[in-house]
């Protein structure tokens, strides 16, 4: 099993920037992909961006603003988040999909909050 720990989010003006870490323990070589999925109140959660062995993925309304990086070393991803945006106020949860005996399964961090204020 694979287990995730967030750290970073809180509350920043429109404008500015936050940090979001995620480390991974347990059998971390079997992780396939990696990174950030977001819900805000009343919505569901939607992909915010993900890092793969050969590619990375952005949501639409985060592409140019946030950026994402894995350290395979340390067992951690991180987003470096720009510019935020009142609708970026969401909880953020760090994902990890990988393999197992019997397929492939994910795991989910418990969850933190960025709020920017306008």
């Known amino acids: 099993q694979v287990q995730l720990v967030e750290s970073g989010g809180g509350l920043v003006q429109a404008g500015g920037s936050l940090r979001l870490s995620c480390a991974a323990s347990g059998s971390t070589f079997s992780i396939n992909a990696i990174g950030w999925y977001r819900q805000a109140p009343g919505k569901q959660r939607e992909l915010v961006a993900v890092v793969t062995d050969g590619s990375t993925v952005y949501g639409d309304s985060v592409k140019g603003r946030f950026t994402i990086s894995r350290d395979n070393a340390e067992n951690t991803v991180s987003m470096q988040m720009n510019r935020l945006k009142p609708e970026d106020t969401a909880v953020y949860y760090c994902?990890?999909?990988?393999?197992?005996?019997?397929?492939?399964?994910?795991?989910w961090g418990q969850g933190t909050q960025v709020t920017v204020a306008s």
């Open positions: 994902n990890a999909q990988y393999s197992t005996d019997w397929g492939t399964t994910g795991s």
